[in-house]
Antibody
Framework: QVQLVQSGTEVKKPGASVKVACKAS????????IHWVRQAPGQGLEWMGW????????NYAQKFQGWVTMTRDTSINTAYMELNRLASDDTAVYYC?????????????WGQGTLVTVSS | EIVLTQSPGTLSLSPGERATLSCRAS???????LAWYQQKPGQAPRLLIY???FRATAIPDRFSGSGSGTDFTLTISRLEPEDFAVYYC?????????FGQGTKVEIK
């Protein structure tokens, strides 16, 4: 069965960077884009961007351009999301998710989420 | 970007009742690329509906989606205890994909 398993909770200081991992199993990793979505405490869902595991190509939401980097390691079926220059309002749960159909950005499988807390 | 507005913000109902949730888009959603998700506290969202009306795998048939253009609806025909949660709509017809702010379905 398809599983996305994310790395654990992070606590960072303002100005630092964080890198979250998302390990995929149960399907062919290169077949579907991996997306990243975040959710601040008590708030809604915010799409950050996707990576094509096959080519490494990326598409970031305009808000995150120059600030987020999505990469992948196909040898271990893992995608990464790195966010730089963290501020307190980046405190959120970060999810990875696969798209339901190639090129259609609805999300059928999700990771368990990684809580990133930014605090001095 | 397309802004999705969900209503009501909170729906207070009893088990066995029918729930009707609305999602309105600021511009037409192409190809009915509209999805619905359910989220319970401490859990990741769960896909319920995609393509406005297609149930995802293993989703009970009490959940149904309808609509096109700018107006979409999620209907839960008879609420079960496990259905009390927050529901989000999402459009993926144009980039960036965007989500509504959510509707909380709570026990009356």
């Amino acid at each position: 069965q398809v599983q996305l398993v994310q790395s654990g909770t992070e606590v960072k200081k303002p100005g630092a960077s964080v890198k979250v991992a998302c390990k995929a199993s149960g399907y062919t990793f290169s077949d579907y884009h991996i997306h990243w979505v975040r959710q601040a405490p008590g708030q809604g869902l915010e799409w950050m961007g996707w990576i094509n595991p096959n080519s490494g190509g990326t598409n970031y939401a305009q808000k995150f351009q120059g600030w987020v980097t999505m990469t992948r390691d196909t040898s271990i079926n893992t995608a990464y999301m790195e966010l730089n220059r963290l501020a307190s309002d980046d405190t959120a749960v970060y999810y990875c998710a696969t798209e339901g159909r190639l090129g259609e950005s609805f999300f059928d499988y999700w990771g368990q989420g990684t809580l990133v807390t930014v605090s001095s | 970007e397309i802004v999705l507005t969900q209503s009501p913000g909170t729906l207070s109902l009893s088990p066995g009742e029918r729930a009707t949730l609305s999602c309105r888009a600021s511009q037409s959603v192409s190809s009915t690329y509209l999805a619905w998700y359910q989220q319970k506290p401490g859990q990741a969202p769960r896909l319920l509906i995609y393509g406005a009306s297609f149930r995802a795998t293993a989703i009970p048939d009490r959940f149904s989606g309808s609509g096109s253009g700018t107006d979409f609806t999620l209907t839960i025909s008879r609420l079960e205890p496990e259905d009390f949660a927050v529901y989000y709509c999402q459009q993926y017809g144009s980039s960036p994909p965007t989500f509504g702010q959510g509707t909380k379905v709570e026990i009356k």
